[in-house]
């Protein structure tokens, strides 16, 4: 039986799917079988960020609607073993998705999988519902930035009220990535800081991912930035992140800005 | 700048961080943030154990946010044979 999580953000372009891409990944080279499935309909993306995009046949919408069974859908990565695609359509609306519709799919993914991530698209309506509809565990990506921060609080919100878990009454398990992160500028005051969104949103950090270049490089080549770098920053911040989603304790690594020897020397004898 | 706003300069981040929870602390009480869902339905359903036996499955309690009107819906299926109330009347 799969657990199932969704990555949410309400805000758009904060890092979902470049996260939800880094976690499947992730899971997989930590010998987990894993599925990513695309909740952005119309807007698909994931499949690019995975470098699958030539090799969508059928899509989540078909295998809701009956057209396809989900076998036929589902991609796997050729670089990693246990590592599985649901893409979304590109052409079609997010009203073909119907409730039963994808709490069958969900379930037949359940049994098929040890995790499946749900991509959520942007915003609160029925397709970020209907993405977070099924979850156990909720990744909610936030960048350190105000508009951001709000709309993470209203994710949370609904993720309290919208899900199968809230309305039975069971509590649903919250974890925050905070993305996108810069030290230098936070420690300058000039953006938020972890413990300030921390603070501001009460719920537990699982990684904080500063702002790379390395996202940008493996997107290009269309590979999860956990696999296309290990050893960067933001992949070994996924990483970690998925050893705390396994259950392991992990130090949490902050990120520090790579000063230059000269503003070192500087500082020690300003001091 | 000049020299004492260079000192007493702090960055523009507190003041976000200030906006943030003042605006957050309105849009808590207006759209709800809490599990104010669930606590509603556990105390909805020791208030009905009380009187009657019920399986927690059968109490469903929802709440739709609108712009002008918001609904709670609570749904409450009862056994066919009510059981003997907990507490005795007087
Ligand atoms: N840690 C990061 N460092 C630099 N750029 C990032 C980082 N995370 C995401 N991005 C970039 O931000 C943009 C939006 O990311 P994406 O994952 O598509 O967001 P969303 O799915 O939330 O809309 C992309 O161009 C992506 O490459
Ligand atoms: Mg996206």
Same mark, same amino acid.
């Given at each position: 039986?799969?657990k199932?999580l969704?990555?949410t953000s309400g ?5 979902k799917t470049?996260?939800?891409? =880094?976690l ?8 987990q079988?894993v599925c ?5 309909v119309g807007?698909r993306?994931?499949?690019l960020?995975m470098?699958a995009e030539?090799?969508v046949?059928y899509?989540?919408i078909?295998v809701?609607?009956g ?8 991609i796997?990565?050729?670089r ?5 695609l649901l893409p979304?359509s590109q052409?079609?609306?997010k ?5 039963a519709? #994808?709490a069958?799919?969900?379930d037949?993914l ?5 995790w499946v991530?749900?991509?959520?698209p942007a915003g609160?309506?029925?397709g =970020?519902t209907l ?8 990744v909610?990506?936030c ?8 709309d ?8 309290d009220?919208?899900?199968a ?5 069971e509590?649903m398990?919250?974890h ?6 810069e030290?230098g500028? =936070? ?9 300030d969104?921390?603070e ?5 950090l ?8 390395e996202v ?5 080549v269309?590979?999860?930035v956990t ?9 070994r911040a996924?990483a970690?992140? #998925?050893?705390?989603?396994k259950g392991e304790?992990?130090?949490?690594v902050i990120?520090?800005?790579?000063r230059s ?11 | ?6 000192l007493?300069?702090?960055?523009s981040?507190?003041?976000a961080r200030?906006?943030l929870?003042?605006l957050?602390?309105h849009e ?8 104010l869902?669930t606590?509603?339905r ?11 036996a ?6 469903k309690v929802t ?7 918001s ?9 066919t044979?009510?059981?003997t109330?907990?507490l005795?009347?007087?």
């Amino acid at each position: 039986m799969a657990k199932v999580l969704v990555v949410t953000s309400g805000k758009g372009g904060v890092g979902k799917t470049t996260t939800t891409a =880094a976690l499947g990944a992730a899971l997989a080279q930590q010998g987990q079988s894993v599925c990513v499935v695309d909740f952005d309909v119309g807007l698909r993306n994931l499949d690019l960020v995975m470098g699958a995009e030539r090799r969508v046949v059928y899509d989540l919408i078909n295998v809701v609607q009956g057209d396809a069974k989900l076998p036929q859908a589902l991609i796997r990565d050729k670089r990693l073993d246990g590592l599985s695609l649901l893409p979304a359509s590109q052409t079609r609306d997010k009203d073909a998705l119907t409730d039963a519709g #994808v709490a069958r799919v969900m379930d037949e993914l359940r049994d098929k999988f040890d995790w499946v991530i749900c991509d959520s698209p942007a915003g609160i309506e029925r397709g =970020a519902t209907l993405a977070m509809r099924h979850a156990d565990v909720a990744v909610v990506v936030c960048n350190p930035e105000v508009s951001s921060v709000r709309d993470s609080d209203r994710i949370i919100g609904l993720l309290d009220a919208k899900t199968a878990r809230a309305e039975k009454g069971e509590a649903m398990e919250k974890h925050l990535i905070l993305t996108r992160y810069e030290p230098g500028r =936070a420690e300058r005051g000039e953006m938020l800081r972890i413990d300030d969104v921390l603070e501001i949103l009460s719920i537990p950090l699982l990684a904080v991912v500063p702002e790379s270049e390395e996202v940008l490089k493996a997107s290009n080549v269309g590979s999860p930035v956990t696999l296309n770098n290990p050893a960067s920053a933001p992949a070994r911040a996924y990483a970690d992140a #998925v050893r705390r989603l396994k259950g392991e304790t992990v130090a949490m690594v902050i990120p520090t800005e790579r000063r230059s020897l000269m503003s070192k020397l500087f500082q020690r004898r300003a001091a | 700048m000049n020299l004492l706003g260079f000192l007493t300069r702090r960055g523009s981040a507190p003041v976000a961080r200030e906006r943030l929870q003042i605006l957050l602390a309105h849009e808590r009480a207006a759209f709800g943030r809490s599990d104010l869902v669930t606590v509603l339905r556990k105390e909805i359903l020791a208030v009905i154990a009380k009187h009657m036996a019920i399986d927690g499955e059968k109490v469903k309690v929802t709440m739709d946010r609108g712009g002008d009107v918001s609904t709670l819906e609570i749904d409450i299926e009862l056994p066919t044979t009510p059981a003997t109330p907990a507490l005795a009347t007087a």
